[in-house]
T-cell receptor
Framework: AQSVAQPEDQVNVAEGNPLTVKCTYS??????LFWYVQYPNRGLQFLLK??????LVKGSYGFEAEFNKSQTSFHLKKPSALVSDSALYFC??????????????FGSGTQLTVLP | ETGVTQSPTHLIKTRGQQVTLRCSSQ?????VSWYQQALGQGPQFIFQ???????GRGNFPPRFSGLQFPNYSSELNVNALELDDSALYLC???????????FGPGTRLTVT
C-alpha cells in the first residue's frame, strides 16, 4: 500500500520570504512523486514531478521540489513567495511498478497562505 | 487545446437515487481516472479507464461504476446514493505514456 503524509494543515509565510511545504511518502519500491495545487472551487493543477535523475526538480511558477530517498521526502519549495501562491497544495505518489493502474495517492493537503 | 471538462458543475440528489457524471478528456489523452474528494481531504482514487476498459480500481463499492467511450470521454455512475457520497468528483486524463494526470474542474455532488 502507498501513502502520503503532509504534516502541516496550514503554512503561513510573508510575501517575499521562502516557503516550504512538507511531504513524506511510503511506497513499495521507487516512487513517482507529484505536486498539485488547488484553488477554491477548482480542480487540481499540475506543478511538477519527480521521475528519475536529479533530485531537485523545477516546475511551474517558480516552484521546485527536492526528492530525498533516505528520508522518503519530497518537499515543495519556492525562494520568494507571492500572495497569489495562496492555495491548497497536494503531494501525490505513484509506485513505479504499479502495474496497469496508474493511480495517484494523495496527501490530505496543506493550505498555504502568503501574507502581504 | 481544450483541457479536461466535466458536467454538470453542481448536482443535488436524494439518498437512494442514481447519478451520472460526465468527463471529456483532453485532446489526445486516452487514459481517464476518477477521484472522489471529500471536504477537507485529498482526492481518493475510484478507478481508471484505458481503451474503454477498467484497468484499476480503488477501495470503492460496486455501486460506483464507469464507462469510457471510443472518443476517450468517460462517465461515472453511482447507484443507491448515500449521504457520504457528497463530495467533489474529479476526472483526470493523460496519455498512457505520460506520468502526470491533468484534472478537470470537478462536479460537486450533494446528497440530501
Amino acid at each position: 500500500a502507498q501513502s502520503v503524509a503532509q504534516p502541516e494543515d496550514q503554512v503561513n509565510v510573508a510575501e517575499g520570504n521562502p516557503l516550504t511545504v512538507k511531504c513524506t511518502y511510503s511506497v513499495s519500491g521507487n516512487p513517482y512523486l507529484f505536486w498539485y495545487v488547488q484553488y477554491p472551487n477548482r480542480g487540481l493543477q499540475f506543478l511538477l514531478k519527480y521521475i528519475t535523475g536529479d533530485n531537485l526538480v523545477k516546475g511551474s511558477y517558480g516552484f521546485e521540489a527536492e526528492f530525498n530517498k533516505s528520508q522518503t521526502s519530497f518537499h515543495l519549495k519556492k525562494p520568494s513567495a507571492l500572495v497569489s501562491d495562496s492555495a491548497l497544495y497536494f503531494c501525490a505518489v505513484r509506485a513505479r511498478d504499479s502495474g496497469s493502474a496508474r493511480q495517484l495517492t494523495f496527501g490530505s493537503g496543506t493550505q498555504l497562505t502568503v501574507l502581504p | 487545446e481544450t483541457g479536461v471538462t466535466q458536467s454538470p458543475t453542481h448536482l443535488i440528489k436524494t439518498r437512494g437515487q442514481q447519478v451520472t457524471l460526465r468527463c471529456s478528456s483532453q485532446s489526445g489523452h486516452n487514459t481517464v481516472s476518477w477521484y472522489q474528494q471529500a471536504l477537507g481531504q485529498g482526492p481518493q482514487f475510484i478507478f481508471q479507464y484505458y481503451r474503454e476498459e477498467e484497468n484499476g480500481r480503488g477501495n470503492f463499492p460496486p455501486r460506483f461504476s464507469g464507462l469510457q467511450f471510443p472518443n476517450y470521454s468517460s462517465e461515472l455512475n453511482v447507484n443507491a446514493l448515500e449521504l457520504d457520497d457528497s463530495a467533489l468528483y474529479l476526472c483526470a486524463s493523460s496519455p498512457w505514456d505520460r506520468y502526470e494526470q491533468y484534472f478537470g474542474p470537478g462536479t460537486r455532488l450533494t446528497v440530501t
